[in-house]
C-alpha cells in the first residue's frame, strides 16, 4: 500500500515562501506514475497546484506557474513543493498524491494545514 | 479554463436508496477525462471513477459513472451509511488548468 506523508510549517509569513516535502513509502518515485500537489481551502475549494512525472517534467497550475516549483528528491523518495510570495490567499491544507494521470490522484496524503499570517 | 457546476449542492437521501450527482462542464470535456471523488470530514478525497466510468481500484460496484462532452453523471445504486461523504468531480480533458466542481454534499434525511 502506498503511503505518503506531507511535512513542513504550519504557519508562513506573508510574502516568504511556503516549503514542504512528500515522503512516499511502499513504492519508488523514481519508477512511475506522477506527482503532485493539491490544496483546499474553504474560499476556494479544491485546487490542484501542480504535477511531477517520474522522469523529473513538471506540470503546472498556470495561475500558479509563476510562484510554483516542484522537485523530485529520489534518493531520499521525496518529492517537493515550493510557493513563493505567498499571500493570505494562499492558506489552505495541502495534500500531497500519487497521480495515474497527470491529476488523477489515487493515493493521497493526510494533508497539512498551512496558514500565512504577517 | 473549464469550469464545473455541480448539482445539487446537498442532497438528502435515506440508506438504500439511490442517487444521482450530476457535473455539468462550461465546455466539452475533450476525451470524457472526468473523475469522481468522494470526501469525508478531516480526510483527504478518495478517486472513485475515472475517464467517466472507469471504478478505480477497491471501489464497491454500486458507484458508476456516465456522461460525455459536458454532462456527467456519478449514481450510487443502493446508499450505505458510509456513502454519505462530499462528492467532487474533476476534469483532466486537455491543457492546465485542471479543475474541480465545488462539490455535492450527500447528506442523511
Known amino acids: 500500500q502506498v503511503q505518503l506523508q506531507e511535512s513542513g510549517p504550519g504557519l508562513v509569513k506573508l510574502s516568504e515562501t511556503l516549503s514542504l516535502t512528500c515522503s512516499v513509502s511502499?513504492?519508488?518515485?523514481?519508477?512511475?506514475?506522477?506527482w503532485g500537489w493539491i490544496r483546499q481551502s474553504p474560499g476556494k475549494g479544491l485546487e490542484w497546484i501542480g504535477s511531477?512525472?517520474?522522469?523529473?517534467?513538471?506540470y503546472y497550475n498556470p495561475s500558479l506557474n509563476s510562484r510554483v516549483t516542484i522537485s523530485l528528491h529520489t534518493p531520499k523518495n521525496q518529492f517537493s513543493l515550493q510557493l513563493t510570495s505567498v499571500t493570505a490567499a494562499d492558506t489552505a491544507v495541502y495534500y500531497c498524491?500519487?497521480?495515474?494521470?497527470?491529476?488523477?490522484?489515487?493515493?493521497w496524503g493526510q494533508g497539512t494545514l498551512v496558514t500565512v499570517s504577517s | 479554463e473549464i469550469v464545473l457546476t455541480q448539482s445539487p449542492g446537498t442532497l438528502s437521501l435515506s440508506p438504500g436508496e439511490r442517487a444521482t450527482l450530476s457535473c455539468r462542464a462550461s465546455?466539452?470535456?475533450?476525451?470524457?477525462?472526468l473523475a469522481w471523488y468522494q470526501q469525508k470530514p478531516g480526510q483527504a478525497p478518495r478517486l472513485l471513477i475515472y475517464?467517466?466510468?472507469s471504478r478505480a481500484t477497491g471501489i464497491p460496484d454500486r458507484f458508476s459513472g456516465s456522461g460525455s462532452a459536458t454532462d456527467f453523471t456519478l449514481t450510487i445504486s443502493r446508499l450505505e451509511p458510509e456513502d454519505f461523504a462530499v462528492y467532487y468531480c474533476?476534469?483532466?480533458?486537455?491543457?492546465?488548468?485542471?479543475?474541480f466542481g465545488l462539490g455535492t454534499k450527500l447528506e442523511i434525511k
Open positions: 511531477v512525472y517520474h522522469s523529473g517534467d513538471t
Open positions: 498524491a500519487r497521480a495515474m494521470v497527470v491529476v488523477v490522484f489515487d493515493y
Open positions: 465546455q466539452s470535456v475533450a476525451g470524457s477525462y
Open positions: 511502499s513504492y519508488s518515485i523514481s519508477s512511475g506514475y506522477y
Open positions: 475517464g467517466a466510468s
Open positions: 474533476q476534469q483532466y480533458g486537455s491543457s492546465p488548468p485542471y479543475t
